[in-house]
């Protein structure tokens, strides 16, 4: 029971003080997780785990250390407290290492923000074994050219504690499922193009029935037939809201104290300025119902807080922890974000596309990098070809690329469409001239 763990993390925090600690952080998390796999249809994997964890973290005269454990059982623990005490008087001091402010803490908090389904235990394991193989049998029947189908179903229970020596302790249980399928298909010049479509949530019954997620995966993977290269230029570029992750990450990774504090990041010193234009707005919002990022705290105490990060594309917070903060002379913000929202524009992405004279319709990227600190990027593309507001063929084999700093420039719309199986709300946006490379 979560109460149970809660005290032996007391009791843990306790025997850490007591072998020379001055402050000691204790995680203890549990989980269970079930992971069904179907394939050509025929059952190819059937897991189910429970994992227990433990993470000691001592702060001993500005040294500091982290230990990990799976055992449980105070007989062990004891040793292992003592000895992990013992180490961390050989490790080089470091004077910003401390457990953060208390005044920096949740205060107790009573909304129900439903990060868990009480139901989980009623989901029977032959209903997730149906479920898998009816996604395999939707996807199939949409066309006699799907070569293969992987299809899949999984679940998860978690609950975990943290007490932190100088006033923190809090708990959490939460809840996750998900599906989908992987589909290829063939291709009458000899490739097998493939995609996918898959769908969580943290409620059971608000996954997307069987039936959808076979079908959306086939015709994701049935549209690439017939895809080619077509020659390099510069095209004005739709991003699909699932594919935006990856451009995000351009912007979130040097938004990071670790970056700024070690000159990694493209975006040191430009807080208050111009980062993106006027279409980009990007909050981190905490407190959404049934969020997969979710939260009332991070993972270190701090308690969470709605915070604009890029305001009509001015960049206004960075994300800081507590040991970066200090070393940048920063209020600590959080090392980590919960769930990114955008300002959301009143177009779909269909009509989107309508609007579009000729452009590119990107739907996932292939490989690539990025760097912090030029905030060059180069990525691999899939995609369609967008004539007069039409779709007229699939592309692959492009790469885009470009600068980060000038790159945001170029969003002019964003769609009404946020992508809601992540903890990145991202819609699917619109850019102006994008360098691509093909022919």
Known sequence: MIENKLALAEWISGCALKNGADQAAVSISEQRSVNIEFRDKKTEQISE??????????????????????DLRKEFLSGFVRNAAEMTAYLARDEYRALPDPEYYVQ?????????????????????????????????AQSGRIISVSSGYSD?????????????????????????????????????PEDWFSAGSRFYNELP??????????????????????????????????????LISTLQGPMGGGALQQKSSFLEGMLGRKVASEALTMTDEPFIVKGFGSRFFDGEGLAAQKRVMIGKGVLTNYYIDTYYGRKLGMTPTSGSGSNTVFEYGSRSLEEMIRNLKR?????????????????????????????NGVIVRPVN??????????????????????????????PSMRFDSVSFSGI
Not at 174 to 184: D, I, L, P, Q, W
Not at 222 to 227: S, T, V, Y
Request: net charge negative; charged share 20%.
């Open 156 to 192: 998860s229970y978690s609950e975990s504690v943290r007490v932190q020596s100088n006033g923190f302790s809090a708990e959490v249980r939460g809840t996750g499922f998900s599906a989908g399928a992987e589909v290829t298909v063939s291709d009458p010049d000899g490739g097998r």
């Open 108 to 140: 107790p908090y009573t909304a129900d923000l439903k990060f868990c389904d009480e139901t989980y235990n009623s989901v029977a394991m032959s209903r997730r074994m149906e479920i898998a193989a009816e996604i395999e049998a939707a996807a199939r």
């Open 209 to 246: 029935d069987t039936g959808t997620l076979g079908k959306k995966a086939a015709e994701r993977a049935l549209a690439k037939i017939g895809q080619k290269k077509i020659a390099s230029g510069k095209y004005d570029m739709i991003l699909e809201n699932r594919a935006g992750l990856r």
């Open 49 to 70: 785990s429970l994992q227990r964890s433990l993470s000691l973290e001592i702060y001993a005269g500005q040294r500091y250390s982290v230990h990990s454990a799976n």
């Open 397 to 426: 084999e492009m790469n885009i690329s470009g600068n980060a700093k000038e790159f945001w420039h170029r969003l002019t719309e964003t769609g009404n469409d946020p992508y809601p199986y992540s903890a990145i709300l991202m």
């Open 359 to 387: 452009g590119i319709l990107v739907t996932g990227f292939i490989g690539g990098n990025s760097n912090s600190t030029t905030g060059d990027f180069s990525f691999g593309i899939v995609g369609m070809l967008i004539e």
